[in-house]
């Protein structure tokens, strides 16, 4: 059975890299541990990794571990992601468990993104 620690980090970690054709800088926050540096690892980008959204930089891709999609929240990543072509991969509430929040999720990223 495979680890569910390798399962998330992989899937928050390749499906952005690979959908972004050039992906150069990439900012993570709050997945900072050893599979997801490992994963980064294969790719040729500059990662930085923190654990709040207080960056003055632009990335081509953000991977947020997170599922505080607040308004304060998606301004900062709005402000710190590449305008046109770049990806954000981020948690939310599984449908099953909170369709509510997922809903008012999906709203709040399509009004921004």
């Known amino acids: 059975m495979l680890d569910k620690n390798i399962i998330h ?5 390749h499906i952005p890299m ?4 050039n992906p150069q800088t990439v900012l993570v926050v709050g997945l900072d541990n050893e599979i997801a540096k490992k994963e980064l690892a294969k790719y040729d980008a500059k990662v930085t ?6 960056v003055d930089e632009k990335f081509d891709v953000i991977i947020y571990n997170n599922d505080n999609l607040d308004e304060l929240t998606l301004a900062s990543i709005q402000r710190s992601l590449e305008p046109k072509e770049g990806i954000l991969a ?7 468990v ?7 999720d999906l709203k709040n990223v399509g009004n921004d993104f």
Do not use: C, G, Q
Request: aromatic letters at 6%.
């Open 9 to 13: 980090s992989e899937m928050m970690i």
């Open 18 to 21: 690979n959908t972004h054709h």
């Open 49 to 54: 990794y923190t654990n709040a959204l207080n």
């Open 90 to 96: 981020t948690l939310s509430e599984r449908f099953k």
């Open 98 to 104: 909170n369709s509510d929040k997922l809903v008012a």
